[in-house]
């Protein structure tokens, strides 16, 4: 790791004190020495925190299989091999799962024909669709971490997107798609922006804790789901709690024929991260919210509105969230069901931790989590390994995120220049 | 006790503005009384209160009420309790909390009587569910309690309740004895306190992303084994039966009161045990003097001579222990069996009862009293009948934490060094 070490001539001998000072506002300072280790050494970490979450997964398939025991009975070398194909059973119908195998790609471009080169290229696209609501959701956190506010509730605010668009998408009639469409899409995030600014709103107003108040709303959100789902906006014809199918004009358009589901969201997703990579860090007025994160007595002191701050991003992050719930009903479900989000909201959290709450990198942890969540499905038809082992993967590739000194002490890597980096985060005590 | 137990100071200054709310609050629960449950409340219909529990041998007679005069009366003393808190100078100062209970208890009252007019409600039974539901939430607050008070935030305890209940079932089944089961899942919720101690305070992780780390990795590894395992193989281990209840003699033949706290199984004993002991530790000994100190202010602790770090590994695996009890609770105390995601989110609610309880032990079992009784109300609606839908009743716990937490009710306030991870100075 030679990129890493500083060369003596960078490493500033003196600052003249406005200098420190806007470090000081910005919180710039710190962070802007790894950033010379070049892009390779920045991912390094999350890279080896990803590995070594997909060796303990592998670990523990090895362990949770009986076959593997009985063939340690007979020897230690069948053992090995038994472990060995287990997990390599698993991984490679997780990795074919999620990108779609090489050889039935060739085989159906070969042949030319049309369905069967959709169902070919069906496991990468579906890859694609399942890492959609993961942008929006790893968004709503990053702003969130930006803003220095953790939004938690951004389960419950998916689901209060994926209610409002569920209820415009189906309720409004008679309007041309260009119309109904962007309502709906933006009434998803209406839901969960208000789902979002009421714990801003509280936090900046009493003091009371965003974790809380958000844990709480995501429970309320169910509930009030729960109670939609069962009455006013239950399907005519349907017994279950399910909603009545949107119409043609709010759905979002697919791009290729049956079975492939690969939508529009997944550009608006794109779009959206760049629109918040635009706004935090292009604008004058970004630049005063991500002052509120990094140092809310500076910003008071520079005259930026604290309260405004933390009410504006957990009203943007809560959009966001609700942008999610709406992007599946609109793109992929088309009605809404009560186990409707499989842990988006959660997962979100471990996607902007990994991404290091920008953009980019939220883009590539939704890549990587939606390709995992789409492969294990896969895996769970294929391999017979419950999807559960994804959330145990994930949660190992969060400690290590949260916790690098955990990798550099196993991979025996140098303490990063500048201290340890760690994570952007608004903590509990941190008001 | 040769240390002086440092009660927390009642404020008794009551300011202004919470006089005039509070006295606002009580005038509408009461106009809400009478809006809600007399107009629409005949003049001839009765209400049947049951007073004994299911299968008691001690019966005592059933209350019957007029419904509507019930309510009547129930909504003037309400109306007439927040005028005198408006007009009386200071209001009623420092029983307002204890004038704030009484309003709530009858307006609940009130309520009972307008959802069961004409019907009859086995007011035992209501008693008897309420505890039962409080029983998980409890001993999870307790664990929050525990953790942050030596400033440590559990937000894990929905995953450690989880895995609680999981391996309790399995181990259970298994090796065929509740008690092993009990111990495992102890001792499985103990190595995720464990985690969450190194993760927040060795390596000094944001606690909430820990905490959070913890209930996804729980999640998962708990419906893992599930569904590759005890699902497919129901009998052989997914089977472990429940702790029978333990009947005190004479004190459980006691009407009322006696089949519903002196006739249950070892869970229930077992949450009022730890409520004592919480409460005798932390406020009458000198460890428990401790535990706050380093929640408060981990430095002037420190400076002591108190092992910060220490005290803290110590608080973390403790209340992880009490989660894992909470959750074996799940299984093998009620149900008998393990199903994916069991809990659902009932740690988080031990959380909110642990704010609402105010960080305080015994507030955290009334807390969960509470919330349990929300619970088991809303059961019993499809039965009474009620328009009401029963979300909106399982709502309520979650919004009355809010307000709690927003300080219109009343401030709770959590310990100062909560969530803050200690770096020694100079380390």
New interface residues.
Partial sequence: MTEEQPKPEESPPKKDAAKILIEEITGEGPRAKPRRRGVLGSLLVPMLAIFTGLVLGGVFIILTTPAVYAAFGVSIWEGIKAAWSSVWVAYSALFTGAFGSPSAIIAALGSGDMTAIRQAFYPFFESLVATTPYIFGGLALALGFRVGVFNIGAEGQVFMGAIVATFVGYALKGLPMIIHLPLAFLAGGLGGAVWGFIPGILKAKTGAHEVINTIMLNYVAFRLSEWLLNGPMQRPDSFNPVSPFILDSAKLPRFFGEPIRFHLGFFIALFMAWLVYWLLWRTKWGFSLRMVGANPHAARYAGVSVTVGIVVGMTLAGALAGMAGGNEVLGVSHSLAMAFSSGYGFDSIAIALLGNSHPVGVVLAALLFGALRNGATAMQLAAGIPIDIISIVQAMILVFIAAPAIIRTIYRLRPAAGGEEGVVVASWGGK | MATIALQQQKIEYVSPSRQRVMGILFILLGAATWFFFSRGTGADIQTKFVMTPGGSTATLPDIILPALATVNVLAVLCVILGIIQLVKPRGFGRYTNWILTAVVGMFILAFLTWAASGKSLNLAGLLNTTLLKAVPLTLGALSGVLCERAGV?N?AIEGMMLMGAMVAALVGTISGSLWIGLIAAIASAAVLGL?HGV?SIR?K??????G??????S???T???S???MQVNQIELNNPGVFQPIEIPVLSSIPFFGPILFKQNIFFYAMFIFLALLTFGLYYTRWGLRLRSVGEHPRAADTLGINVFRTRYIAVLLGSMMAGVGGAYFTIGSVGGFDEVMTA?RG??S??AM?FGNWNPFGAFGAGALFGFADSLASRFAILGVKI?S??L??TP??V??IV???VVGRSRMPA????PYVKEGG
Wanted: proline content about 2%; overall charge negative; aromatic content about 14%.
């Fill in positions: 935030v937000i985690v993760l390596y992780t944001d606690q909430i992303v820990s959070t780390a913890i209930n996804i990795f999640t998962g590894m419906s893992y084994i569904a590759k395992f989110g988080f609610i959380l909110a704010i839908p979300e909106f399982l709502m979650y919004l934490t809010m937490l927003a300080g060094a909560d969530g803050t």
